[in-house]
């Protein structure tokens, strides 16, 4: 069965700190995706990567940054987190072709305070 | 960019009835992908029916059905004979290309 593991089910931290939510897959999927869901606003991508050490912004990547350096994990940075970044955040993975179905976690809600 | 509307933001059926959430989308793209999906509580985002936009035919899975309107871009999604636990919210998405795009939700209550 498709497993798409994110570290942290909550998690509380401080304005300013450095914050990092990790996100594996064990079903050596290419494609790797973060998102961020507000109430009212569904979801949106903040970042994307097909492969390895690659990586894309999606539409609102301000204020985070992402590492993949396995193929299995993709870690999304929040470089120096702020209020308005509290949200719940949803990894996704999919195989390379386009009929490919998601497969999501269960999502990290993050508070900072 | 491709947008997603679901113009219902809260709904209610009462159970073993039929409810219908409403979803339109914006795309100059003629062949993709779309989705509905249920998120529970538990959040855990569950694929409830994938419709691909060159079959003119309806998906069905079980209970649940769409009305696939291409030339209107509209995407229905029916739930037959609601289930308490079909309680959840329901999100659209628009698959094309690796980017796949949201809708904003419809939180669905089943009434007993």
């Known amino acids: 069965d498709v497993k798409v593991t994110q570290s942290s089910r909550y998690l509380v931290k401080r304005t300013g700190e450095k914050v990092f939510l990790e996100c594996v897959q064990d079903?050596?999927?290419?494609?790797m995706f973060w998102y961020r869901q507000d109430p009212g606003l569904g979801l949106r991508l903040i970042y994307f990567?097909?492969?390895?050490?690659?990586?894309e912004k999606g539409d609102i990547p301000e204020g985070y940054s992402v590492s993949r350096e396995k193929k299995e994990r993709f870690s999304l940075i929040l470089e120096s987190a702020s209020t308005n970044q509290t949200s719940m955040y949803l990894c996704a993975s999919s195989p390379g072709e386009m009929a490919g179905i998601w497969h999501f976690g269960d999502g990290t809600r993050l508070s900072i305070l | 960019a491709q947008t997603v509307t679901q113009s219902q933001p809260e709904m209610s059926v009462q159970e073993a009835e039929t409810v219908t959430l409403s979803c339109t989308y914006d795309t100059s793209e003629s062949d993709y992908y779309l989705f509905w999906y249920k998120q529970p509580p538990s959040r855990q985002m569950i694929l409830v029916i994938r419709q691909e936009a060159y079959k003119q035919q309806n998906a069905t899975e079980n209970r649940f059905s769409v009305n696939f309107q291409k030339a209107a871009k509209s995407f229905s999604l029916k739930i037959s004979d609601s289930q308490l636990g079909d309680a959840a919210m329901y999100f659209c998405a628009y698959f094309n290309n690796n980017d796949m795009r949201f809708g904003a939700g419809t939180r669905l209550t089943v009434k007993p």
């Open positions: 079903m050596d999927h290419e494609n």
């Open positions: 990567s097909y492969d390895v050490k690659m990586k």
